[in-house]
C-alpha cells in the first residue's frame, strides 16, 4: 500500500491484509462474524452428523459420517485459531456448549439464529433419521461449496487461505452425500428421500440469507464479498436442481 492511498481505498482496489495489526474495527468486525458464523455452524453441523454415525446402514457409511464430523471440527478448530489472533474468546467454545441443541422438526424460524451461536439457522434443525442425513448432507454440502468459493478469495490471506484449504474437503463431503444418495435408491428410498428433499430444500437455500445492497457494498468495499446472496442461492439452485434429476428426484415447488 502506498503512503498516499487509504486503506478503505487499498481493499476497494482489491489489495489484502495479512496480520491483526493493520485492520480497522469496521472490517474486524466484519471479519469477526464471518468467522464466528463458519466456526459455529461446523461444530453445530458436526454435532448433527455424531449423532447418526451408529444409524448408518453399514460400517461403510458409519466411516463416512465419523469422517465428516471429524473434518468439519478441524475446519472450525483452524477458522478458530484465526479468530484467536484477533483476541476472540475462544473459551466459549468449550466441550460445554450446547452444539447438540436443536429445535423441534415443525419449527420455522427462517434465517434467525439460536440463542446459543451465530449457527446458521439450518443447524436448529434436528434429523429424522439416516435418510434425512444424506439429504441434508447432499443439499448443504453444495451450499458450502458456494459460500466457501466465496469467500475463498476474501482480502484477509491467512482466512481465505484457510478456506481455499478446506474447501475441496466440504467438496468430498458432498461426493459421500451421493454415494449415500445412490445407495438409498437402491435399496428403495425414494419416496422418503423425497420428502427430505422437500423439508430440507427450503431451509438449506434460507442459509444464504437475504440481500441488503446497503451491505453488500460495504463489504465488497471492504474486499470481504464479490457475489451478492441471491447470485449464490442461484447457482446453489441449479447445481442441486441438476443433481436430484440425475437422482430420479425432485426440487420442491
Same mark, same amino acid.
Given at each position: ?24 474495527? =469496521?472490517?474486524? &468486525? /466484519?471479519? !469477526?462474524?464471518?468467522?464466528? *458464523?463458519?466456526?459455529?455452524?461446523? @461444530? #453445530?453441523? $458436526? ?49 460445554h456448549h450446547p452444539w447438540t441443541a436443536r429445535l423441534s422438526r415443525e419449527a420455522d424460524i427462517g434465517a434467525t439464529r439460536s ?26 454440502? =453444495?451450499?458450502? &461449496? /458456494?459460500? !466457501?468459493?466465496?469467500?475463498? *478469495?476474501?482480502?484477509?490471506?491467512? @482466512? #481465505?487461505? $484457510? ?45 444464504f440469507g437475504g440481500d441488503d445492497p446497503k451491505r453488500f457494498e460495504l463489504l465488497r468495499s471492504l474486499g470481504l464479498r464479490r ?27
Amino acid at each position: 500500500m502506498t503512503d498516499t492511498m487509504t486503506l478503505d481505498s487499498y481493499l476497494a482496489a482489491g489489495g489484502v491484509l495479512t496480520n491483526p495489526s493493520n485492520v480497522p474495527p =469496521r472490517y474486524r &468486525a /466484519e471479519l !469477526l462474524k464471518l468467522m464466528a *458464523t463458519f466456526v459455529d455452524s461446523e @461444530l #453445530a453441523g $458436526a454435532a448433527g452428523f455424531a449423532d447418526v454415525i451408529n444409524l448408518g446402514p453399514g460400517i461403510k457409511e458409519r466411516i463416512a459420517a465419523a469422517k465428516i464430523v471429524l473434518e468439519k471440527t478441524d475446519h472450525a478448530n483452524r477458522v478458530l485459531n484465526i479468530m484467536g489472533e484477533f483476541g476472540a474468546d475462544t473459551e466459549r467454545y468449550a466441550n460445554h456448549h450446547p452444539w447438540t441443541a436443536r429445535l423441534s422438526r415443525e419449527a420455522d424460524i427462517g434465517a434467525t439464529r439460536s440463542e446459543h451461536d451465530m449457527r446458521l439457522a439450518v443447524f436448529n434443525y434436528p434429523f429424522s433419521g439416516w435418510t434425512d442425513a444424506v439429504i441434508m448432507n447432499l443439499l448443504m454440502s =453444495r451450499a458450502v &461449496a /458456494e459460500q !466457501l468459493a466465496e469467500y475463498s *478469495t476474501i482480502s484477509y490471506q491467512p @482466512l #481465505a487461505e $484457510a478456506f481455499r484449504s478446506i474447501a475441496p474437503i466440504e467438496v468430498h463431503h458432498g461426493e459421500l452425500a451421493m454415494e449415500g444418495a445412490i445407495k438409498l435408491i437402491e435399496r428403495g428410498e425414494t419416496e422418503q428421500m423425497q420428502v427430505s428433499i422437500d423439508y430440507w430444500w427450503p431451509r438449506v437455500a434460507v442459509s444464504f440469507g437475504g440481500d441488503d445492497p446497503k451491505r453488500f457494498e460495504l463489504l465488497r468495499s471492504l474486499g470481504l464479498r464479490r457475489n451478492n446472496n441471491s447470485s449464490l442461492r442461484e447457482r446453489w439452485s441449479q447445481t442441486m436442481d441438476d443433481t436430484l434429476k440425475t437422482l430420479g428426484l425432485k426440487t420442491p415447488l
